[in-house]
């Protein structure tokens, strides 16, 4: 089972076992990003995905992985390796992993949570209509994350999510 997934530079031929996901569509661009996956049995691999990369963030509670890169949102099997689903051309730039297991999700204006399949979303509220969002890092079940307010770009935010209740707020 995967255990850790990081976004590498392309190896050199032989360095890892390869594996190469790929989706056949005329919007594909002709960027890769590389993955390298640790199995619990200290077996490392490498994954090749479409797209420029972006981010990456794996859920051992749920069995998943999620690799984002320009072109698609990769959710994989971390018994397996294998794809599970994937969206095409997603508007996300961030990523990160819950405490619970739940995958936060973000485009410049919108937080989302996942927690069952890629293919079903829930949208986070804040306090203001956010622009420019940027995850920075977990406290405990807080994420803290910057941001603008939207229209009005002067205005730059610290923005917490509560994980626990499941609420962004304003940092005070």
């Not at 859920?59 to 971390?78: A, F, N, P, R």
């Not at 390796?81 to 739940?102: F, M, V």
């Amino acid at each position: 089972m995967i255990i850790e997934a990081e976004i590498i530079d392309q190896p050199y031929s032989g360095e890892f076992e390869e594996r190469i996901y790929d989706n056949e569509s005329p919007w594909n661009s002709q960027n890769w990003t590389w993955i390298k996956f640790k199995e619990d049995n200290k077996n490392d691999w490498c994954g090749q995905f479409r797209g420029t990369p972006r981010k990456v963030s794996i859920s051992s509670i749920y069995g998943k992985g999620l690799v984002l890169t320009s072109d698609y949102l990769y959710e994989i099997d971390l018994k397996t390796g294998n794809i599970l689903n994937l969206e095409d051309q997603p508007q996300y730039h961030n990523l990160t992993t819950a405490p619970d297991g739940s995958f936060i999700i973000a485009d410049y204006y919108n937080v989302e949570r996942i927690t069952s399949d890629i293919e079903i979303k829930e949208q986070i509220k804040g306090p203001i209509e956010m622009d420019m969002i940027e995850f920075k890092e977990w406290k405990e079940d807080m994420l803290e994350f910057t941001c603008d307010e939207f229209m009005n770009w002067d205005r730059h935010l610290v923005m917490v999510y509560d994980n626990e209740i499941n609420e962004i707020m304003i940092k005070k």
